[in-house]
């Protein structure tokens, strides 16, 4: 059985960091890609980043690029995002996924896995 379990959410000040770790369980993480959505109260789950099977390729939200960075470590089973210069609008609840495709994929149909998420909430 697969399990993506998320840690690191919390409530931080504008401006400041935070690292979000998606522990999987049950997965061939190195085949997967990985990615990070977000859904904010009343808005659609949206895509933040996303990590080819290796770690090469990175995809980015514009709204998020330049302040996040997504990366994996394959011999531990993990994918981080770590969230700088963050904003009040970056509240919402941060869902770690897997997708089965060789490539970055962006669309939330494209990910197999999913994690129940962790809450980040930015006060300004």
């Known amino acids: 059985q697969v399990q993506l379990v998320e840690s690191g959410g919390t409530l931080v000040q504008a401006g400041g960091s935070l690292r979000l770790s998606c522990a999987a369980r049950?997965?061939?993480?190195?085949?997967?890609?990985m990615g990070w959505f977000r859904q904010a109260p009343g808005k659609e789950r949206e895509f933040v980043a996303g990590?080819?099977?290796?770690?090469?390729?990175?995809n980015y939200a514009a709204s998020v690029k330049g302040r996040f960075t997504i990366s994996r470590d394959n011999a531990k089973a993990t994918v981080y995002l770590q969230m700088n210069t963050l904003k009040p609008e970056d509240t919402a609840v941060y869902y770690c996924?897997?997708?089965?495709?060789?490539?970055?994929?962006?669309?939330?149909?494209?990910?197999?896995?999913w994690g129940r998420g962790t809450q980040v909430t930015v006060s300004s």
């Open positions: 049950g997965l061939a993480f190195s085949f997967s890609s």
């Open positions: 990590i080819n099977r290796s770690g090469g390729i990175t």
């Open positions: 996924a897997a997708s089965l495709s060789t490539t970055v994929v962006t669309g939330k149909g494209e990910y197999r896995y």
